[in-house]
């Protein structure tokens, strides 16, 4: 149990539309990353945010989005859904002073029909 | 970018035999972290190494770091079934910014 939530579960969208996953940080960690994780593969960063500030990102197009809240808690959005971003989407926190071992929730498994 | 390279991609044993997955880079990694992730489930952290050379055990899993800090490679002895999941290594490039670089795991299944 590492103390990091996320909802929704599971989730079936469609082409074109909008999804907005949803992050809760382990009590005390003030960093939070998104990873994608595709069938099959590791995971791969998308970005991290760190006092509500994007700091890093990986190779993702600007419709890939993110917020990270006062309470450290995190959104990810992305917009205009291709059927390539179906994937297991993977939030992670962290304490940015600590040895950098990431807590990671049980993640959203986003489907794009 | 930096890409680590993971094999075998997969490996079935039968209970109770060793088993091991290779992590290599073409570059010098700054540390290598290991993950396990059960089938279904999310990965988990096991250990991050840091210097040239270093080994770390813990119960039957052994860790290593290369001396040029190039490869990184991860024993099992003995395996149960408890140790059935995809084991990945990723680098992690410090400071501030925890962008963890996977390799692509290797599945372990374990025949009892």
């Known amino acids: 149990e590492t103390g990091v939530t996320q909802s929704p579960t599971h989730l079936i969208k469609t082409r074109g539309q909008q999804v907005t996953l949803r992050c809760s940080s382990q009590?005390?960690?003030?960093?939070v990353s998104w990873y994608q994780q595709a069938l099959g593969q590791g995971p791969q960063f998308i970005f991290q945010?760190?006092?509500?500030?994007?700091?890093g990102r990986g190779n993702f197009p600007p419709r890939f989005s993110g917020l990270q809240f006062p309470n450290y808690s995190s959104e990810l959005n992305v917009n205009a859904l291709e059927l390539d971003d179906s994937a297991l989407y993977l939030c992670?926190?962290?304490?940015?002073?600590?040895?950098?071992?990431?807590?990671f929730g049980e993640g959203s498994r986003l489907t794009v029909l | 970018g930096q890409q680590v390279m993971q094999i075998p991609q997969y490996q079935h044993v039968q209970e109770g035999e060793d088993f091991t997955t290779y992590c290599n880079s073409s570059?010098?990694?700054?540390?290598i972290q290991w993950y396990k992730q059960r089938p279904g489930g999310h990965p988990v952290f096991l250990i991050q190494?840091?210097?040239?050379?270093e080994v770390k055990k813990q119960k039957r899993l052994t860790f290593q770091f290369g001396e040029a800090k190039k490869n990184s490679s991860l024993h099992i002895t003995a395996t149960q079934t408890t140790d059935v999941g995809t084991y990945f290594c990723?680098?992690?490039?410090?400071?501030?910014?925890?962008?963890?670089?996977f390799g692509k795991g290797t599945l372990l299944t374990v025949n009892p």
């Open positions: 992670a926190s962290s304490l940015v002073d600590r040895t950098g071992e990431l807590f």
């Open positions: 009590s005390g960690h003030n960093t």
């Open positions: 945010y760190y006092r509500e500030e994007e700091n």
């Open positions: 570059t010098t990694l700054s540390n």
């Open positions: 190494l840091v210097k040239s050379g």
């Open positions: 990723a680098e992690n490039s410090g400071g501030s910014n925890y962008k963890l670089t």
